[in-house]
């Protein structure tokens, strides 16, 4: 089955600056990437996903990038303010029948004024 | 529009009892998902019920069932609960199928306390 891996774990970064996280996966057959925030006592809220055919796609101060022939795809969160501070998580999905997600293990972010 | 909504927000049982959660998905999205997330992890997949039938199961014991009725919504069951039970369980919908990946929509999720 798939595996995604996520790094870093945590990530400590000052307002204003950038912040990236980086996710592997393993399935080939995977080609649908969301990305997930869940603050404390939330369910993950979809912040923006990324599918097999396009290689990036941003979103105002979000963006994330995909190499299909690496098997991994990142997040980038530009000017980083107080209340992106979170748990992000990525996921991979083979889109096809049962569409599972699975994935990765988080990344605690903290955006300190 | 109202999002996914789920119920009871919390509950506490024993082990050995049994537990159903309730899941009402976004009006128009015909399919639905079951995570748990246990604390400090991201959620792993349990079912998934497409036009009231399963079209997807996690790697989980037989302990876990689920079901979903012909207005979309879903219930999950847990029988002889055991400590390792406890987690959040998270409930997803998604408008349709599609073959290049369905967007599913998280609702905030029952928290389950096995003592």
């Known amino acids: 089955g798939e595996n995604v891996e996520q790094h870093p774990s945590t990530l400590s970064v000052q307002e204003g600056d950038s912040a990236v996280i980086k996710c592997t996966y393993s399935d080939s057959a995977s080609n649908y990437f969301p990305w997930y925030k869940q603050e404390l006592g939330k369910g993950p809220q979809l912040i923006i996903d990324i599918r097999s055919n396009v290689g990036e796609k941003k979103d105002q101060r979000i963006a994330v990038t995909l190499n299909k022939t690496a098997k991994h795809f990142s997040l980038h969160i530009t000017e980083t303010q107080p209340e992106d501070s979170a748990v992000y998580f990525c996921?991979?999905?083979?889109?096809?029948?049962?569409?599972?997600?699975?994935f990765g293990g988080g990344t605690r972010l903290m955006v300190k004024p | 529009d109202a999002g996914v909504t789920q119920s009871p927000t919390h509950l506490i049982k024993t082990r050995g009892q049994h537990v159903t959660l309730r899941c009402s998905p976004i009006s128009g999205h015909k399919s639905v998902s079951w995570y748990q997330q246990v604390l400090g992890q991201g959620p792993q997949f349990i079912f998934q019920?497409?036009?009231?039938?399963?079209?997807g199961r996690g790697n989980f014991p037989d302990r876990f069932s689920a079901r979903q009725f012909p207005n979309y919504s879903s219930e999950l069951n847990v029988n002889a609960l055991l400590l390792g039970d406890s987690a959040l369980y998270l409930c997803a919908s998604s408008p349709l199928r599609t073959d290049l990946g369905e967007t599913q929509y998280f609702g905030p999720g029952t928290r389950l306390l096995v003592l």
């Open positions: 019920y497409y036009e009231k039938e399963e079209r």
């Open positions: 996921a991979a999905s083979p889109g096809d029948a049962g569409n599972m997600l699975t």
